[in-house]
């Protein structure tokens, strides 16, 4: 061998190293590109120096944490651009509800000053309106953002798929190089690695490297989505247990020909795709529910109260709010064929809770469920939950089965108690005269009483209450034959009407600050010392009253 040999192959070298070096520069800003270095070897027999390879600078560790890193830092971006829609709609103080409920319970407190003024109960229905007007427009609001979360993981997929396709054919087009040329080209390797990193930012990925060279990648699970140059489905599809709802389904075989299989929403983490399903559980449905349960008190407790009470009619006061109906869905993969509606238990609003329920059925023969609180993933204690002629009862919840004896053990249902309930939230009463401000009975005597409180009052009277206090302070009451209760211990009336001593059967004494209860009527008696009469009977109008 020459000189003249051994320099060129150092020239060859070094242009070799110099080309390698200009395409590190011309590819500084390219996505996915690794720098490379030419890697020199002695040539044997004294030849001089060849190039043994054009190594690219990767280390397979960093990128793995650098993808989770992607895929965390993602999910956050997408978390908090959707959560921000939720933000600015609440944190807006003069558009939000705080100030229309305050202007609600303003016209209220105008109305009690003067029941009778139609100014006043303009201002009631006014403001009511525009209350239920603003709940509604919030409900549509969120619900608008459920329908676009659905639209974005459709979106989502199918980029997810596209990327999965092009990883399958570089791992082809890889084993194909390496077969014909020994090596793959730095450039196919580059693609792939940047295709691996932008899947990440979809979605959380296992990345499993198969002799070194072959990229196989699996969902958390442990279910494949791309195996050497084949690659898996993942599919939108509605929710088995909800039909509102897009999740995220893996199509089994290759060939696409395989089981539909939906996957828990859990499954899904990192990535915009793990962004969205977390903004949906953990925010969205919370929220809705929450504005649900807000909406509801309002209406029911206002209801509860409004029927207690007498309008200018001298008619009992009716519902004054409606809100929207629960939602109940089947599971579509429920071995049974029951199907079940949800109500709201109008007396036992106290137990609501702003969160979904999920009823399981354990074993039907013996009427054993499982009901899950979707918030927290705890399941309900047994006494926390009643089971009566198809109807199941939990937290101010009726679940009712069409038949019950269609269900199968295994089958689940999904409740939504408040989901939309701002959604059907509407002012009912539209005529000023239809206000009950008015107490629903009227009181008369020289018997003195405080305290005075109605629940479902004179349901079993038939005309007027009518109750005597004597000189023993023995207690007798007129067209009523039910039970009494002297501070929440029943009694009876012997056949006089004489309120009777629940342990020996005589005539009760009565003492001061006794709370009675009768027929629905609670009064404390202030003093006992005194013979009295008082006289409870239906209001016949509420004209200038002001006592409910």
């Not at 198809?390 to 108690?417: C, H, K, R, T, Y």
């Not at 939309?420 to 000023?432: C, H, K, P, T």
Request: charged share 20%; hydrophobic share 35%; net charge negative.
């Amino acid at each position: 061998m020459s000189m003249f040999s051994i320099g060129l192959s150092g020239l060859n070298a070094a242009q070799n190293a110099l080309n390698t070096t200009s395409n590190n520069i011309s590819n500084v800003y390219t996505p996915g590109y690794n720098r490379e270095i030419t890697v020199l070897n002695e040539s044997r027999n004294n030849a001089g120096v060849r190039v043994a390879d054009i190594e690219r600078q990767f280390n397979t560790f960093v990128a793995a944490q650098l993808n989770n890193a992607k895929s965390q830092s993602t999910a956050l971006e997408t978390y908090n651009t959707q959560i921000s829609q939720i933000d600015n709609l609440l944190a807006d103080r003069e558009a939000g509800l705080s100030p229309l409920m305050q202007n609600f319970f303003s016209a209220l407190e105008d109305l009690a000053s003067a029941p009778s003024d139609p100014a006043a109960r303009q201002g009631v229905l006014g403001t009511a309106d525009t209350l239920t007007a603003q709940f509604r427009s919030f409900d549509g609001y969120l619900q608008d953002l459920q329908s676009g979360v659905n639209g974005q993981i459709k979106d989502e997929i199918t980029q997810i798929n596209n990327t999965t396709s092009q990883i399958a054919n570089i791992n082809r087009e890889i084993a194909l190089s390496r077969a014909q040329l020994g090596e793959a080209p730095n450039s196919l390797l580059n693609q792939r690695d940047q295709l691996i990193s932008e899947l990440n930012e979809k979605m959380n990925l296992r990345l499993n490297i198969q002799d070194g060279k072959t990229y196989n990648l699996s969902l958390p699970n442990g279910q494949p989505l791309v195996t050497g140059d084949t690659a898996y489905k993942l599919e939108a599809v509605t929710s088995p247990n909800d039909p509102q709802r897009i999740v995220v389904g893996y199509r089994e075989g290759a060939r696409g020909n395989g089981n539909l299989v939906s996957l828990d929403e859990g499954l899904i983490t990192g990535g915009s795709l793990g962004g969205l399903m977390s903004f949906r559980s953990e925010t969205l449905d919370k929220t809705q529910n929450q504005i649900g349960q807000l909406a509801a008190s309002i209406a029911l407790e206002f209801n509860a109260q409004h029927q207690k009470g007498v309008d200018l009619n001298g008619e009992q006061g009716q519902e004054f709010f409606s809100i929207g109906q629960s939602n109940a869905y089947y599971n579509t993969d429920n071995k049974g064929s029951a199907e079940v509606s949800a109500t709201i238990d109008s007396a036992n609003t106290s137990a609501l809770r702003a969160t979904d329920y999920t009823v399981r059925v354990i074993n039907a023969s013996t009427e054993e469920f499982e009901v899950i609180r979707k918030d927290t993933g705890e399941a309900l204690e047994a006494d926390e939950w009643s089971f009566s002629d198809n109807v199941l009862s939990f937290a101010g919840v009726d679940v009712n089965f069409n038949d019950f004896d269609l269900a199968q053990n295994g089958d689940s249902f999904e409740i939504q108690p408040l989901r939309r309930a701002a959604g059907g939230m509407e002012a009912i009463v539209s005529d000023l005269d239809k206000i009950a401000a008015g107490s629903l009975v009227e009181q008369s005597g020289d018997l003195e009483v405080s305290n005075v409180r109605y629940e479902n009052a004179l349901a079993n009277t038939s005309e007027s209450l009518e109750i005597e206090l004597n000189a023993n302070q023995h207690l007798s009451v007129s067209g009523y034959a039910g039970q009494v209760s002297v501070n929440g211990e029943a009694r009876i009336l012997d056949p006089n009407g004489v309120v009777q001593d629940s342990a020996d059967a005589v005539a009760a004494v009565l003492a001061a600050d006794d709370e009675i209860t009768i027929d629905g009527v609670s009064f404390v008696l202030a003093d006992v010392s005194t013979e009295g009469a008082l006289t409870f009977q239906q209001a016949s109008s509420a004209a200038g009253d002001n006592r409910n």
